[in-house]
């Protein structure tokens, strides 16, 4: 029977925690770029819980949340650096403690770096994404769990604070959990995570309601987007186990494309046997291609975003970027497959 939830920070880091909060008046939470479910989520369940401390807490994004997650009611109280830079920049100046979420280094935060570097606050980093850079007063890393919003509840529990999670911050926390495990479909194996489940769906989360509109609402334009990708767009390179989708700026446009619309447009390829790795290239600009990886098993999506994309992320779903027109991108990945990288080969 497993029925405990296991600390996961030790009682000294529990100790500090307690000490800065405490004496915490200002706080700003922020995540990554391009903010995603775990990303937003994280950060919306650790706000909702300082700010029913009575502490004045904020989230800064550094741009705009997705349209999948504008259902969150309260998802107008963000403040989207992108947007408004000199509130956001005001807010992390004035802050007294900052907490950095689902992201390891300041290249992740875009524009909104420059305002964090020069903030005097302590600064808590909690992420699962390997070795982090971000200068941390104190930094709570554990890659080996599936999502920043379940990292966040464990830290919650050790500090004995779950119990301020209202539905809304609750519902925050399992976003997070149902989109970084597709569901619980993949890093989903954790015991835990069903006993953070259970607190979470007793305090109020609709998780059904979650899962509609996240994973089962879509645009008009998503719908035709994702269909033309699949029905035209997709190539596959049996050999290599890898399949290859690209939408230009033409394509995007004729399809009034708006962000969002290409999410999890990268996973449709692994549905089909032998295939273990999808590469999806979107050239945001003409010379500017944004490049989402996924895979199945232990190739390791992540060291080819690294070396070959300037990007990274994890084993199974990484992303990059490419400085250049679509076809030099397209041309670098065809390089790859055929100089065997894909999928087993050269990846020490
Ligand atoms: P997605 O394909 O959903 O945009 O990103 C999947 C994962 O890859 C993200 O959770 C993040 O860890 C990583 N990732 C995506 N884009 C980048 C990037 O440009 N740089 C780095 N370092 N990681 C990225
Ligand atoms: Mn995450």
């Not at 349209?67 to 992108?82: C, D, G, T, Y």
């Not at 976003?175 to 015991?191: E, K, V």
């Not at 050239?283 to 490049?291: L, S």
Request: charged letters at 25%.
């Amino acid at each position: 029977m497993y029925n405990t939830l296991l600390p996961i920070i030790d009682k000294e880091t529990v100790a500090r925690l307690h000490a800065l909060i405490g004496r915490a008046e200002k706080i700003v939470i922020t995540c990554h770029v391009s903010p995603d479910g775990d990303a937003i989520g994280s950060s919306m369940g650790l706000c909702q819980v300082l700010k029913a401390m009575g502490k004045q807490a904020t989230v800064i994004t550094p741009d705009m949340p997705p349209r999948q997650l504008q259902f969150f009611p309260n998802i107008k109280s963000i403040v989207v650096a992108s947007c408004h830079p000199h509130t956001a920049r005001r807010l992390t100046a004035e802050a007294d403690l900052i907490f950095c979420l689902d992201f390891n280094d300041l290249r992740r935060v875009d524009k909104f770096a420059d305002a964090l570097k020069q903030a005097t606050a302590d600064v808590v980093l909690i992420d699962h994404h390997l070795d982090p850079t971000v200068k941390a007063t104190v930094t709570i890393s554990h890659p080996e769990i599936s999502s920043t919003s379940a990292l966040v509840y464990r830290v919650l529990h050790d500090l004995t604070l779950t119990d301020f999670l209202s539905p809304l911050g609750a519902t925050a926390i399992y976003t997070g959990m149902m989109t970084d495990t597709g569901n619980f479909s993949y890093n989903s194996l954790d015991p835990s995570l069903y006993l953070i489940v259970a607190d979470l769906v007793s305090r109020g989360v609709d998780k059904d309601a979650v899962y509609r509109e996240v994973f089962n609402t879509s645009s008009l334009s998503r719908v035709r987007i994702q269909g033309y990708a699949a029905s035209r767009k997709l190539e596959l390179f049996p050999e290599a186990g890898t399949a290859l989708i690209t939408l230009s700026r033409r394509e995007l446009d004729e399809f009034e494309y708006e962000k969002g619309d290409t999410e999890t447009l990268v996973n449709l390829p692994l549905s089909i046997p032998g295939i273990v790795c999808s590469v999806f290239m979107r050239q945001d600009e003409d010379d500017y291609v944004k490049i989402s990886t996924r895979s199945k098993g232990d190739f390791p999506v992540n060291k080819v975003c690294e070396r070959y994309f300037g990007g990274g992320g994890h084993l199974n779903a990484a992303g990059g970027e490419w400085n250049g027109t679509l076809d030099e991108a397209v041309a670098r990945f065809l390089e790859l497959v055929k100089g065997g990288y894909f999928p087993w080969g050269n990846k020490e």
